[in-house]
């Protein structure tokens, strides 16, 4: 429905299979899975509750974790931009793999999610 947050418009159901769908994506993704976890069971909750808040539901992960300060919480992980665009084309993925979300959601849900991804890159490609 229109009106509400884009949260309220995808629903937590709608999320919760997202997140899963785009780590099973990270997990076979030849740039991204050197530098996560094998068990990403953590990290998927980390990021469902982080999405949770900042699509405008409850503020889950700062209830847990405190500020979310992503750009400093990703610091330790060499972000490159070609990490940052397989990390978009996973999400891409993902979306299209999540039909219960609609193409206006997934549109703005995408587009919400290339800004952050820009923002984390914090390394350059090594491609001498
Ligand atoms: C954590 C990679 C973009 C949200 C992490 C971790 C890695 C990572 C390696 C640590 C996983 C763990 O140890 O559990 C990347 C890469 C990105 C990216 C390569 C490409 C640009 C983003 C974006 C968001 C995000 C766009 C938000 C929309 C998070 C959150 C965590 C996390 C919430 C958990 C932080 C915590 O430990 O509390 N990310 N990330 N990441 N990432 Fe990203």
């Known amino acids: 429905t229109d009106g ?5 418009r995808i629903g937590p159901e709608a999320l919760s299979a997202l997140v899963t769908r ?3 994506r990270v997990a076979v993704d030849p740039d991204l899975s050197p530098i996560f976890p094998a068990d990403l069971t953590a ?4 990021q469902l509750a982080f999405l949770t808040g900042f699509l405008g539901g409850p503020p889950l992960y700062h209830r847990t974790y405190g500020p979310p300060r992503l750009r400093a919480r990703h610091l ?3 972000i490159t931009p070609t990490r940052g665009w397989a990390w978009l084309a996973c ?3 993902a979306l299209h793999d999540t039909p219960q979300i609609g193409a206006a959601e997934a549109r703005e849900l995408y587009a919400a999610l290339s800004r952050v991804a820009a923002h ?3 390394t350059p490609d090594d491609d001498g």
């Open 4 to 8: 509400g947050t884009l949260y309220e």
């Open 22 to 24: 785009f780590y099973e």
């Open 43 to 46: 990290t998927a909750e980390k």
């Open 76 to 78: 330790p992980h060499a």
């Open 91 to 93: 999400m891409d993925a």
């Open 120 to 122: 984390m890159v914090n």
